[in-house]
């Protein structure tokens, strides 16, 4: 498919957003992983770290591109309701670096999504399964579209979830963050606390499972994003 040309480079995106950040992130914190989804490799990493991302997919599933904010975003499978339903996530290799254990961590992006494309649950960024193992995830549940942030200790199968007051699902740009530290897990909307969940001081993430975009894989019930996303990144520290 065709790929847009971003009017700013991968680089010069990255620096926008750092700056937009600014305020709420230490100044000897830096981005483990970062996608602008702009210029000639859109799947990159602009981080410097190397996490560049590969797509998995089934039934035709794919990606497309649409400009925004002087870049371009990626815009997933529409809605599917008779399977079997076209799938795609964006997979970076497994890395020690983008696990946290128990340090500050904070992780999120740019989504788009109309009131006809929720369902019970889309992934927009995670790394591990609740399942198994742990994991911190970024998701927007449900058909009222609230986004919500997810932490899954080592060891202890709770699931840990800091659930937005406010939906998304109102075909508008908005920015989701989730932050962690020490016993505290909050979920902000357009820079603007929107709920909380108290957390182990000692919850600890380490999981030797890829970072994933847009899904949690290309199976059924892989909690397919379907609307568009851009600037995802996570910072550990």
């Known amino acids: 498919m065709a790929v847009l040309t971003s009017a700013l480079g991968p680089s010069a995106r990255a620096s926008t957003t750092t700056l937009a950040r600014a305020s709420a992130v230490p100044a000897d914190t830096a981005d483990e992983v970062h996608f602008t989804f702009d210029g000639g490799s859109v799947l990159a990493d602009v981080s410097g770290h190397g996490h560049d991302l590969s797509p998995v997919s089934r039934h035709g599933g794919a990606f497309a591109t649409t400009p925004h904010d002087g870049g371009t975003a990626l815009v997933f499978p529409a809605p599917c309701h008779d399977e079997p339903c076209p799938r795609i996530a964006l997979r970076a290799p497994t890395a020690a670096d983008l696990d946290p254990g128990t340090r500050p961590i904070r992780w999120g992006a740019a989504v788009k999504l109309a009131a006809d494309q929720t369902t019970k649950g889309e992934n927009v960024v995670q790394k591990g399964y609740s399942a198994r193992g ?71 993430v380490n999981n030797h499972i890829p970072l994933s975009v847009g899904g949690k894989g290309s199976f059924t019930n892989n909690d397919q994003f379907q609307g568009a996303l851009d600037d995802v990144w996570v910072s550990i520290g």
């Open 134 to 204: 742990s994991q911190y995830k970024l998701q927007v549940d449900g058909l009222a579209g609230d986004p919500s942030c997810v932490l899954v200790d080592d060891t202890r199968p709770q699931i840990h979830v800091a659930m937005s007051s406010v939906s998304v699902a109102d075909g508008q740009w908005h920015t989701l963050e989730c932050r962690r530290r020490g016993p505290q897990l909050v979920v902000l909307v357009d820079g603007r606390q929107r709920g909380s969940a108290k957390v182990p001081a000692d919850l600890s």
